[in-house]
């Protein structure tokens, strides 16, 4: 309950607290195990080794019959600060929370682990979080749907072939006032045909649960997109 109360009083965008969505299946291990132990060492690297990594950073712990994985990946408009901070506390939370073999997704970052290896293979395992649901309806929703659609397409072919990081973000007008800001963004170790093919798919789920919502996120495994009607990003070129 301290935890809850914690996390709520931080703003957001300092510790990127904000829980997006859990994949903690009921596989479970034993308490003090190998698992348990290699787990922790593994958890330890992500978090402290986040000003090496550039925003990305995947470490096994183990030895060949016997190893854990693991990966973090911040979102590419974040500084290391808040980074650093974001890994810190989804490690803490997967360890507290997450007694089983899976990811966390953060709105600023996520970590995941496994003890099969999955770096490099893309796998879509698309999550709709519940914050969606709190999305009000838009008044127009065709006219929306066709600038959203646009707007996800011109940054899909960014983020998988021609942006620094697998990340880009942007906006479209879809009145005279207003405008959709949309993210995307791959983990670093898949290629980018890979990357354009998750997104692809996690675009299509997105047009199917909320294009005529006032905002959406999807979350999968090696790729997430969102959009809102306000910018919730930071312009990128301003990161450290
Ligand atoms: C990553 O962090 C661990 C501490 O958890 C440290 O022992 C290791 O040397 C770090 N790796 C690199 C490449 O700095
Ligand atoms: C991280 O993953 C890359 C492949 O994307 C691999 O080359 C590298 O050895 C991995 N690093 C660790 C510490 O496992
Ligand atoms: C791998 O680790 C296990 C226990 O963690 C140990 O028994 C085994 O000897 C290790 N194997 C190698 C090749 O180091
Ligand atoms: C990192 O970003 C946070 C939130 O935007 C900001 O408060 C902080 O000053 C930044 N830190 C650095 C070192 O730029
Ligand atoms: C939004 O639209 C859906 C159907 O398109 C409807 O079921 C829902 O009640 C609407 N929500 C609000 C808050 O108006």
Known sequence: MVFIIILLLMPTTISGADLLFKDCPSRTYTANSPFENKLKLLLQSLSSNTSISGGFYNDTIGNSSDRVYGQALCRGDVNSTVYQSCVHDASQDIFKSCKAQEAIWYELCQVRYSSTQFFT?????GKIPEKNKQEKNVSNPNQFGDVLKNLMKKLLEQTAYTSK????????????????????????????????KCLDIALTELQKCCSALEGGTIVSRNCNVRFELDQFFNDIYSKD
């Open 121 to 125: 293979m893309m796998l879509y395992d």
């Open 165 to 196: 990081h697998m990340f880009a973000t942007g906006d479209m007008k879809f009145s005279g006032r207003q405008s959709i800001y949309g993210l995307q963004q791959c983990t670093r170790d898949i290629p980018p045909s890979d990357c354009y």
